[in-house]
């Protein structure tokens, strides 16, 4: 007796495949969201433009994750994130840009409260000074930014308002009385 090979049905064929790639794309769709998170700041981080140890000093911290990157850059303060992220030449994809909240951290010993630096309100031109000098710190709320404006003085800005000139490095560390 002669066994017949068994066939499998083609709508089982295509309905088993297309299962398979709809996990996949889910299973990469989870992956780019979940590095996107924001990171821990350690005793060892250092900060991407000068090496400062970032828990070594007061003041909001940043941090960006590139597209492709496994791990985010940081940065001292938000005053040096926004002086990259807003250069023309900055060309690479961000996949999150984080900064810590104010309205939930202490400024002189910040530690996790990240929040999307999209999402978060500024204040520009206050006399409170960061690790390199004058900074932009950065709060989850407008009322929180408010508060701080009228207690430290500066201006109230939405990320999307922040230009490259409100972000200049220029004497950063003739400010720094700890270097």
Not at 63 to 75: C, D, N, R
Request: hydrophobic share 40%; charged share 25%; glycine share 8%.
């Amino acid at each position: 007796m002669k066994l017949l090979p068994r066939t499998v049905p083609p709508l089982l064929l295509h309905t088993a495949a297309l299962l398979l790639v709809t996990g996949l794309l889910t299973a990469c769709d989870k992956h780019d969201h979940a590095s996107a998170g924001p990171a821990e700041i350690t005793k060892e981080t250092a900060c991407a433009l000068d090496g400062m140890y970032l828990a070594d000093y007061p003041g909001p911290k940043a941090q960006i994750l590139y597209e492709g990157a496994t791990a985010p850059e940081f940065f001292c303060d938000t005053m040096e994130m926004f002086s990259l992220y807003l250069k023309p030449e900055q060309a690479r994809k961000v996949a999150g840009i984080h900064v810590q909240d104010l309205d939930k951290t202490p400024w002189d010993a910040p530690k996790g409260n990240w929040i999307d630096a999209r999402t978060a309100f500024y204040v520009v031109g206050s006399k409170k000074r960061g690790a390199m000098g004058p900074t932009i710190p950065s709060f989850g709320t407008r009322e929180g930014a408010e508060k701080f404006a009228q207690a430290e003085g500066g201006k109230v800005y939405p990320f999307a308002e922040i230009t490259a000139d409100m972000a200049r490095l220029d004497g950063g560390a003739l400010h720094d009385q700890r270097m």
